[in-house]
Nanobody, 124 residues
Framework: QVQLVESGGGLVQAGGSLRLSCVASGRTFSSVAMGWFRQVPGKERDIVAGITWNGGSTYYSDSVTGRFTISRDNAKNTVYLQMNSLKPEDTAVYYC?????????????????WGQGTQVTVSS
């Protein structure tokens, strides 16, 4: 079992940067594919980025490609989301998520572990 805790959200002006961190507890972190999702009120929870269990492959949604970078440090049980060139439309609650398998899924329904979420607000 994996428990996840996100941090690093906050208020930033458009064009700025934030780095989100997700610290996992549990002995199986290195075998779990991880993803970052975001959600705004009244909308579905959509994938932002994903990374395989060993960091060998990543996925990014079209809206963040070239601006966001997902990475992981299994020795620290941590996954990161570096967000650059932030836009107001990036404003959302960001969630860290994990799967019980090592492959990335784009669907929130296929993730088994979730953090509490961290608010990211980008002002214009």
């Amino acid at each position: 079992q994996v428990q996840l805790v996100e941090s690093g959200g906050g208020l930033v002006q458009a064009g700025g940067s934030l780095r989100l961190s997700c610290v996992a507890s549990g002995r199986t972190f290195s075998s779990v594919a991880m993803g970052w999702f975001r959600q705004v009120p009244g909308k579905e929870r959509d994938i932002v980025a994903g990374i395989t269990w060993n960091g060998g492959s990543t996925y990014y949604s079209d809206s963040v490609t070239g601006r966001f970078t997902i990475s992981r440090d299994n020795a620290k049980n941590t996954v990161y989301l570096q967000m650059n060139s932030l836009k107001p439309e990036d404003t959302a609650v960001y969630y860290c998520a994990g799967r019980t398998v090592g492959r990335i899924s784009r669907s929130s329904y296929e993730y088994d572990y979730w953090g509490q979420g961290t608010q990211v607000t980008v002002s214009s």
